[in-house]
């Protein structure tokens, strides 16, 4: 979303792209004054994306990278690491930790639908003039759900009649952990760096988001994508470990010079690889393409490419230039040129892997499954399994009757239907029912089920019509009960 939180709505603020002088003044200043709040402030390292050439005649042509917003994480409140530092009085003692940061840093605008994550708007700082030197920005169509082509707006173009007053965009991210900063500070690294990975895994039943790396599992997926994740690891180390991305050099410590190494060190990743144009499924009967593979070089096959993206992906082709590059142009380049035009694995070997490289995750991964299937199960065994085993040309109430015994037998362990019992064999020790076990003893034994329970109902029906006439008797008054016989 960068750098158009404020840019719409009541009280608009214009908030345009800031020269690299801009940007770092901005950043270490509010990394000083939350300083003074938090033990522990951070910045993830910055992309290189988003570059331009400026005028010539105020930057001699050279290449500038223009920031949309400020990314600040910090940590370990002071006031709570250090309770017994006392401070001076003040008359906003009642303030809350988000308006304590957005005094601090001057917001003139704020906005939080998270009680971790606090977005706000600074004043543009007085030192640094604003010159629109950038030349303006061409527009890129959007793709919009139904696959039409719109056009964005010039956010970083301001009239000199614009009431709007001129601002920063500034993210704050409150970790609750230290571990959960270093994560942070890692998933937001470079950029979009692991939207590039992420399209990259997630054919392969990987995914990556704020807590982790977790594998997918696609049974569940389908019908709950939150229950199909199983976490993996939150450990930077051990994931570029496990992805093959090395760290040994200096691709953690400082942003890369350009997209072309954002890019290359991307298909570094051994779960990397671009589907040939003339390929249609995967190894594994899936198509296992990345993001962007699969299309030709003509921009209408680009363009039906970008109409199969996920709409998240459609969102980030829109507002994320270094994401569109890499559909747009890396990944047809490498598909004409020839790279990486191998799968490497099918997502079963991915998924064996992860099971030898991360231990226990084997067991949690098929309790879940297990636990999941059961609970399905439970829910479709007497519609899809023990029902449709019952002759449907029988009388409906007798047929009823029948289904609902079998049900109890063999779902619930009941045994109140003259000694018919569901054989310990109908389930496995997984807790599963065996479906073709299941459906061939209701065609055996449904006809003796159904004499015996259409007794039963018989008889539970004979003495309710009993007790409901004796209670109307005593009520009346035409009868007493025996007790009341033998008083005087």
Request: aromatic letters at 8%.
């Amino acid at each position: 979303m960068g750098g158009l939180a404020f840019a719409s709505g009541p009280n608009p603020v214009f908030t345009p792209r800031m020269p690299p002088d801009v940007y770092r003044a901005v950043r270490d200043r509010c990394q000083e004054k939350l300083r003074e709040l938090f033990v522990v402030v951070a910045t993830p390292i910055e992309g290189p994306a988003k570059t331009s050439f400026g005028d010539t005649r105020h930057n001699q042509g050279k290449l500038l990278t223009q920031h949309t917003k400020v990314d600040l994480f910090v940590a370990w409140s002071r006031q709570h690491v250090f309770p017994t530092l006392k401070t001076a009085p003040s008359s906003h003692s009642s303030e809350s930790p988000k308006e304590v940061i957005s005094r601090a840093l001057g917001a003139i605008r704020c906005k939080s639908d998270n009680p971790y994550k606090l977005t706000i708007a600074i004043p543009w700082p007085e030192d640094f003039p604003f010159c629109d030197i950038e030349p303006k920005p061409v527009l890129i169509p959007e793709i919009r759900n139904n696959g039409e082509v719109g056009r964005n707006s010039d956010e970083d173009a301001k009239s000199t009649n614009d009431p709007r007053p001129m601002g920063i965009q500034v993210d704050l991210h409150i970790c609750e952990t230290l571990d959960y900063l270093q994560w942070m500070l890692f998933k937001h690294a470079h950029g979009d760096l692991w939207n590039l990975l992420g399209s990259t895994i997630r054919p392969f039943g990987l995914t990556i988001d704020e807590v982790g790396l977790y594998i997918r599992i696609p049974e569940i997926e389908e019908v709950n994508k939150k229950e199909a994740k199983v976490l993996l690891s939150t450990d930077p180390g051990e994931i570029l470990c496990f992805l093959g991305l090395k760290s040994d050099e200096k691709q953690w410590e400082d942003p890369f010079a350009s997209d072309e190494d954002v890019y290359e060190y991307a298909t570094t990743c051994r779960l990397f690889w671009v589907k040939p144009k003339e390929t249609e499924v995967g190894a594994d009967g899936g198509d296992t393409s990345n993001l962007g593979a699969g299309g030709g070089e003509d921009s209408g096959t680009v363009m039906m490419d970008k109409r199969k993206l996920k709409s998240n992906d459609r969102r980030r082709m829109t507002y994320r230039p270094l994401f569109r590059k890499w559909i747009e142009e890396f990944l047809p380049k490498c598909r004409v040129s020839g790279r990486f035009p191998s799968t490497p694995f099918t997502r079963d070997e991915v998924r064996q892997q992860i099971f030898e490289y991360f231990p226990g995750v084997q067991s949690i991964y098929d309790s879940r499954l297990t636990e999941w299937c059961i609970k399905r199960q439970s829910e479709t065994l007497w519609k899809e399994v023990i029902k449709p085993a019952v002759p449907v040309d029988m009388d409906p109430d007798r047929r009823s009757c029948c289904v609902s015994a079998l049900r109890k037998i063999i779902m619930q362990g009941g045994e109140g239907f003259d000694g018919i019992v569901a054989p310990s064999t109908l389930k496995g020790k997984d807790g599963l029912f065996d479906e073709d076990a299941v459906r061939a003893w209701v065609k055996d034994n449904w006809p003796k089920v159904s004499d015996i329970a259409w007794e039963i109902n018989r008889q539970r029906f004979a003495e309710a019509v009993e007790h409901k006439a004796a209670k109307k008797r005593t009520v009346s008054g035409s009868e007493k009960p025996a007790d009341e016989e033998g008083k005087i």
